[in-house]
């Protein structure tokens, strides 16, 4: 005797793809907002640096209130003058962001892929040729591949790029503060 077959069980919370980057989008919106109506420049409004307050010196952040607060009114040089670094990262954070959107609104784009042996790789991270998905060519240079709580695999960071963001943070913090250099300073 045949089993009905039944739908498949679905979870609980229906799946929000979009929730995170709206969620993101949300509060970096509002806190936009009210930096653009509340002027960093006036004191009282927002805290002065805890790292200045400590060591005197510029941190990679200061000034960055006073770039977002510029750059919603229009003025790019005060932006600039505030702070290179933040002003600079801006359009690269919205890249960032609009194809992270992308990506989550489109189903079946993202780029995991499901490991061959089913076996758990959560966090941990690998060099290698990996499993190719559909349309790839198998004879792909070295990948970085992250296994998640599931077993699935996801094309990673590469391991110099968060080392890097480190660095140029620290070298940027560091140059702002040499005479000379005073141009980077807020």
Known sequence: MRRPVSAPERPLRPSRPLMR?????????????????VDPNRPGHYPGCPFRALFGVYCPGCGGLRAV???????????????LLVTLAIPVVVVLWVRWFRRRARPGTD???????GTRLAGT????TG??????????????????????????VRPWGPVAVVLGLILFGVLRNIPGWEFLAP
């Open 131 to 156: 499993p190719t998905a559909p349309g790839t060519s198998s004879s792909s240079t070295k990948t970085l591949l992250t296994g998640d709580a599931k077993g699935r695999l996801r094309a990673g």
């Open 111 to 117: 780029r995991r892929v499901t490991h061959p042996t």
């Open 69 to 83: 607060h510029d750059l919603t009114h229009g003025d790019v040089p005060a932006a600039l003058s505030s702070n």
């Open 21 to 37: 980057p709206l969620a993101v989008a949300a509060v970096l919106g509002a806190a936009t907002g009210y930096l653009a109506a």
């Open 125 to 128: 991270h690998f060099t290698g």
